[in-house]
Structures are given as C-alpha cells and as structure tokens.
C-alpha cells in the first residue's frame, strides 16, 4: 500500500531542510526524503558565504542561533583583476550595515538545519532514495527505495530538492547544461596575516579565485582552474600549493602558511525548464546550479524554499500542486532567479578571458563602480536579498 503527504520534499540538504522548516506548524503533512543514511558529517570541505537576506530567513526559522558561532562576519568585499588596474572597495559602514555577509561551513549550515528540524518535530526520512517521479492530474506518485525495499508515496505536492544529482530525467521537465571547462578547488588556508573580515576576489584569466574570511587568521578558498589544473593541485604537497597560491594571489594578506581539505568540483550553469510539472516543483541546485563565483547559489535555492514554504501556506491543502499554485510560485521566482543566473554567468564570460580590449573595459568598470557609492550600494543589495532587494 503506499503512503499519501501533503509535501514530500526529495532532498533533505540544506535547500530541501529549509523548504520543510518553513513548513513547521503549517498542519500539513510533510515527508522528507534523504539519500544518505548518515547526516553531513564534515565530508565536504566546501564554505558557503550567506548574504543578509540569507542570515534574515535562517533567523526566522530558527537555524541562526545555532550557527551563528560558526559564522565569520564579512565587512569588507575588495575585488581586484590581475595584472590590470580597476578595483572596488565594498564597505559595510558605507552600506549602513556592520556586516556583508556571513561565512559558514557546509557541514555546519546543514548540522544546523538537521537540528532545527529535530527540535521543531519534522522526520527526514534517511537512507531514502528516490528513484521515480509519476506527476499526474491528482498528485505526484514518487517511489523509492529503503533498506532494500521499494515504497511509493502519493503526494499532493512533490518538491525535487536533490541538488540536481538523480533525478535527471523528470517526465516533461528538461535541463539546459552548459559546461563552463572550469573546476573548483575548495580548501581551507591560513595566512600570515589576520583577514580583518575581507573577502578577496581577484579575477584571473584563467577564471576568478576567492578567499572568504575564516576564523581568526584563515580563509576558504575558491580557486577557478582548467579541470587538469585542478587535479593537478589537489595532488601538490603543501608546500608547493601554498607557493603556487602566492604566486597567483599576490601579497596582499602576506604568505600562506597551511592548507587543510582540498578538494575539486567541476563548473557548469544548469537550469531546469520549466521547473514545474502537475503538482511537482523543482528547487536549489536541482532548478538551477551557478558557478560560485558570485557566492549566489545557496542563496537562491534558500529564496526558492522560502518562497515556496510562503506560497504553500496560502493555499488550502487540496489546491497544493495544482495550476495556479504553481503558477504563482514561478511568476514569484523568475525575477530572482533569472538575475542571479545572468549576474553569475556575465562575471565568469566578462572577467575570465585575456581579451586585451575587455581588460581596460573591466579596469574602468571596477574603478567607475569605486567611485560611485550608489552603484556600490545597488550591487550589494541585489547580492544580500536578490530581485526584491
Ligand atoms: C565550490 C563551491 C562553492 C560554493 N560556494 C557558495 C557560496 O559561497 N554561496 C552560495 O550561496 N552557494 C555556494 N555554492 C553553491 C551551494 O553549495 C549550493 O547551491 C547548495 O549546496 C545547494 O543546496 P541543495 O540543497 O539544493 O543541494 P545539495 O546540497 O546538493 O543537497 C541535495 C540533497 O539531496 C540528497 N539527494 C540527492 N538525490 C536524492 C534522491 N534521489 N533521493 C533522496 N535524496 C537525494 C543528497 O544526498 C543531498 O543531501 C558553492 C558551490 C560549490 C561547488
């Protein structure tokens, strides 16, 4: 016999824990779907730098207490280009603010979603892996598989939050992928120098590399290489690494003293279209994945569940799913979602190439937007709270 819910989110990471933490005490019956068996346990070495509006909606769901101690404040975005002039300060106290932003471990952010949930009653269903998706006229049947057996559960409302890892082939929803031939090396350094609460990013032909502040003296690096590059410095003893960092990032926060956890992901730019099926909807990294250049990707998929948890809430359980719910959602999405996409993919294309023309283009964008604190101000509140910002 199979199960019925309200809501069954598929995807219990840190986008499918908020959808369902926006839904505690709403009286619907939410099921939570999650492939792996064991909670995130520190595995991934990835830093995810929140924006305010990211900080305000985990605030009102009752994560932020949890995770603030492990948050390192932003006060100051320094963005150079290398071996070209143009650079941009970004302030807090210019923007009225005492922070930027936040940043957070990945294993921290969803320990501290997976204990919201407990503590508000919502069960994530572990070691649960979906492996159909059946929309239909009534409801969504999803079926999957536990310890070995299959299960369907029937749901009014199918909510995909997989991170776009499984679910590929959902019946007339398909995915535009384009690789960007860029990977991603993740890792955790300490400097000689504190950070002061500056993230860095310098733009390098070769692509951007980010060091986001961390604790007292560290950063989290997000370094933008060729895929053979990556694998490459994975590989490097420590040393090496650390000089190689140097030599690419310059002296501002003086050497590098140590690494810890690296790790590579490849880049692409995926969106699912449409992100809506009879009474399914898809959300985070499954409607969508960024290059993190821009630090933008949780941030949206953490809008998407807040959106969606608020649009679930004004409709009456037996219209969940249906058209017009739908519909609302995605006119409520596509603003945001369509600028942080476009925001994201225009900063990899303008400052990831060697055109010698473009490079002055960029050194007088960077230098006009340093002089012009309404444009600065514009900036940082379209990346805090996106399209409404
Ligand atoms: C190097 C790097 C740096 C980044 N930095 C930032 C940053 O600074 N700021 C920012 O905002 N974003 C950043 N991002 C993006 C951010 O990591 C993602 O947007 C975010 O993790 C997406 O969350 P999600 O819940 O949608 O997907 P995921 O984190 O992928 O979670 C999906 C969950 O679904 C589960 N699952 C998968 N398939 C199934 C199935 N069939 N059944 C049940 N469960 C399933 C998985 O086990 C997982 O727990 C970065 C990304 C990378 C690669």
Do not use: C, I, K, M
């Given at each position: 016999m199979s199960e019925t819910a309200d809501v069954l989110v598929v995807g219990g990471g840190p986008v499918g824990g908020t959808l369902a933490l926006g839904l505690a005490g709403s009286g619907l019956r939410v099921q939570v779907l999650e492939a792996?068996?064991?909670?995130?346990?520190?595995?991934?070495p990835r830093a995810i730098a929140l924006s305010e509006g990211s900080r305000i909606i985990l605030q009102r769901l009752g994560v932020w207490e949890n995770l603030a101690p492990h948050a390192t404040a932003i006060r100051t975005i320094h963005i150079t280009q290398k071996k070209r002039f143009g650079r941009t300060v970004l302030r807090s106290e210019e923007m009225g603010r005492t922070e930027l932003g936040y940043v957070v471990g990945f294993a921290e952010l969803a320990a501290s979603i997976d204990a919201r949930l407990q503590a508000v009653g919502i069960e994530v269903m572990r070691g649960a892996q979906a492996n159909s998706l059946q929309p239909g006229n009534d409801g969504c049947r999803v079926g999957y598989e536990k310890n070995g057996s299959e299960h369907t559960v029937e749901a009014s409302l199918a909510v995909v939050a997989?991170?776009?890892?499984?679910?590929?082939?959902?019946?007339g929803l398909s995915r535009n992928i384009r690789e960007y031939g860029q990977s991603a090396v993740v890792a955790m350094v300490q400097a000689?120098?504190?950070?002061?609460g500056v993230a860095y990013e310098r733009f390098t032909s070769n692509g951007p590399v980010a060091l986001l502040p961390w604790g007292v003296r560290g950063f989290a690096l997000v370094w933008t290489v060729a895929p053979e590059a990556a694998e490459r410095l994975v590989a490097l003893n420590e040393t090496d690494f650390l000089q190689e960092l140097h030599a690419h990032f310059g002296d501002r926060v003086g050497h590098f003293t140590s690494v810890s956890g690296r790790a590579a992901y490849p880049l692409k730019l995926a969106r699912m279209q449409?992100?809506?099926a009879p009474h399914l909807a898809v959300i985070g990294n499954a409607a969508q994945t960024l290059h993190p250049v821009a630090g933008q990707g949780f941030n949206l998929g953490l809008r998407d569940a807040w959106e969606l948890a608020n649009v679930i809430r004004s409709y009456s359980p037996q219209e969940l799913g249906g058209d017009k719910m739908l519909a609302e959602y995605v006119a409520t999405r596509r603003p945001d979602t369509e600028g942080g996409m476009f925001f994201t993919d225009f900063l990899v294309r303008t400052f990831s190439n060697d055109w010698p023309a473009l490079g002055h283009v960029r050194g007088a964008a960077l230098a006009a937007l340093d002089l012009c604190n309404p444009a600065r101000q514009f900036v940082v509140r379209k990346m805090s709270l996106g399209a409404k910002g």
């Open positions: 792996r068996s064991q909670p995130e346990t520190g595995a991934d997989d991170g776009g890892r499984s679910l590929d082939s959902v019946p000689e120098q504190a950070h002061g449409p992100n809506t």
